[in-house]
């Protein structure tokens, strides 16, 4: 007869087993077998085909799962008896059933393994409505897990396809108001042309007025930025000079021809060129000739502005991008604050101290803008919509810092060393799953060899941010 791997009195010293029977007790006698694993080793991979049920003798174990591309740690323990690998086969029957997680050993490890089809049948055996009550937790713990998880990311991408929409909403809206307008405009621009033909110009003199048209029209681009007073200063003046000459509704051309950036001695070379009989027409078809050339540079700047947040969107996202590059930081973090706007509302104020001249690096460019994401979202959540976010950048040799600020009422010491603990959440039930800056620090430390802290007074937190602007072999 063959010895067992573990004598039955220290069978029943393990939690798991002390109320078997004997019968029991002799089943796991025969089934049993004793593995040694070396500190550092992988015991098994999540993934991989479930086959064995695994109770810890001796040791030190770490588990880690996948999440969003990195490996999270989930537990540790050295604790005798503690058990992993094919639970899942005491809960139902899935021939293709995979481990749901990664053992690594911490120290040399020694465990009771056991063959996990055979056990799960004499499992359901010894406790069949056992078995049934587990195999109905474990289903409906799974489906209640992908409904949750699949909430709370399309929640996520709401909550950024919110702040996208409301960001390409007004710069669109402008476009439209401006382009209305724009036909309004040459509508009537052809009619005044219309009546400027019928007093029988003469050629020169309407070339000499396109002249002037297009002189005038190009001063629309470098027109200068007035204060409220400085507005209305110039106005009084070509209000005046249009008074002056008997033109009608002269306060309303002036506001037009202000907006351009003329002043009355532009107007004194118009009358000029045309001359008391002309003047009148050739005002007004310059106004209008004005007012268009600003209605398209207002089309123009508003498509421009939709192409830049489709642009940030696509930085953001790195769509068909490659996924390890040499980045810019800064592209990152403006178009997670794009993405971001919903959030951040008009009562949180953001101040960006960027310093341009700092390297590119070499990076996952969308695995940092995670990090921004989930680093921005906590510090607008803290502040509770009031406050000011500062983005900071800066270089020290061969490596780039960026800090996250907020002035929000801090981080507690004794929350500050756990923030980036797997799990761990102060947000309410259903708020948070505890792994954004877990995640966070994995990807900035394991993924980039860089490093992440905080400090945190009331109303001064900050999270520094480290990484090397040079290839790093564990990248």
């Known amino acids: 007869m063959t010895e067992p791997a573990l004598a039955r009195e220290e069978l029943r010293s393990l939690f798991l087993f002390e109320h078997l029977s004997e019968e029991q007790l002799g089943w796991i006698e025969e089934h049993a077998a004793i593995e040694e694993f070396k500190g550092d080793s992988v015991v098994f991979r999540e993934g991989d085909p479930a086959t064995c049920f695994y109770v810890l003798l001796g040791g030190a174990l770490r588990m880690t799962r996948q999440v969003a591309g990195a490996e999270v740690e989930t537990k540790r ?20 059933a995979t481990y749901s997680a990664t053992i690594y050993a911490v120290s040399d490890l020694t465990f009771l393994t056991l063959p ?24 409906g713990w799974r489906n209640n897990d992908a409904l949750v998880s699949s909430r709370r990311r399309l929640v996520a991408l709401g909550e950024l396809s919110a702040g996208l929409m409301h960001e390409l909403n007004n710069p669109a809206a402008a476009a439209v108001r401006a382009t209305a307008a724009l036909r309004e405009r040459v509508a009537g621009m052809r009619h005044k042309l219309a009546i400027l033909a019928k007093k029988d110009i ?40 249009f008074d002056e000459r008997g033109i009608d509704q002269g306060w309303d051309l002036a506001t037009i021809f202000v907006a351009a950036g ?18 009148d027409g050739a005002i007004r078809w310059l106004a209008y000739a004005l007012d268009t050339e600003m209605l398209m540079g207002e089309i123009e700047d508003s498509t421009s502005r939709v192409s830049t947040l489709v642009g940030a969107a696509k930085q953001y996202s790195q769509m068909d991008r490659a996924p390890h590059q040499f980045v810019d930081v800064h592209e990152g973090l403006d178009s997670t604050l794009v993405m971001m706007s919903g959030k951040l509302g008009e ?3 953001v101040i960006k101290e960027y ?51 907020d002035t929000g009422p801090g981080i507690p010491e004794e929350v500050r060393l756990r923030i980036f603990e797997p799990f761990f959440t102060t947000k309410g039930v259903g708020e948070g799953t505890g792994l954004g800056l877990d995640i966070s620090w994995r990807i900035i430390v394991d993924r980039h060899s860089g490093d992440i802290k905080v400090t945190s007074v009331p109303g001064d937190t900050r999270f520094e941010i480290c990484l090397p602007v040079e290839e790093q072999a564990s990248i």
Request: hydrophobic share 45%.
């Open 77 to 96: 323990s050295d604790q005798r008896g503690s058990y992993c690998g094919a639970t899942q086969f005491l809960a139902h029957e899935d021939s293709e």
């Open 116 to 139: 996990a089809a055979e056990f799960a049948v004499e499992f359901r055996r010894w406790f069949p409505m056992a078995a049934h009550l587990l195999e109905g937790m474990y289903l």
């Open 355 to 405: 310093d341009r001249s700092i390297a590119r690096i070499p990076a996952y460019a969308a695995e940092l803008n995670q990090v921004w994401t989930n680093i921005i979202d906590n510090a607008v959540c803290a502040m509770d919509g009031q406050g000011t976010l500062t983005l900071r950048t800066w270089q020290i040799g061969q490596q780039i810092r960026v800090v996250i600020g």
């Open 347 to 349: 009562g949180i104020r």
């Open 262 to 279: 003329l002043s009355a001695e532009n107007l004194d070379r118009v009358l000029e060129t045309v001359g008391e009989g002309l003047l």
């Open 202 to 241: 003469d050629p020169d003199l309407l070339e000499l007025l396109l002249d002037v048209q297009e002189r005038l029209v190009k001063q629309v681009a470098d027109a200068p930025k007035l204060t409220a007073m400085q507005q209305a200063d110039r106005e009084d003046e070509i209000g005046d000079w």
